[in-house]
């Protein structure tokens, strides 16, 4: 059975699943996060850049 997701869905998904790992502070690169939630969530390369912006553009994430 196909289950259908709403537009969005799959990038909320993504975004909730990086805002966990980033707070348990465990030291993977932002661009590590954003290619495993791509590969879970089958999102595209576009969808996968727009993840890195959010993150490195609303200051929630610090690359060391």
Do not use: C, H, W
């Not at 980033?22 to 590590?32: N, V, Y």
């Not at 595209?44 to 690359?63: A, C, D, I, R, V």
């Amino acid at each position: 059975m196909t289950v259908i997701q709403q537009k969005g869905d799959k990038i909320r998904q993504a975004i909730k699943r990086i805002s966990s790992r980033l707070e348990d502070k465990d030291g993977s690169k932002l661009s590590k996060l954003v290619q495993e939630a791509g590969q879970e969530f089958n999102l595209s390369p576009m969808e996968q850049e727009f993840l890195f912006n959010f993150f490195k553009e609303g200051k929630t994430y610090q690359e060391e």
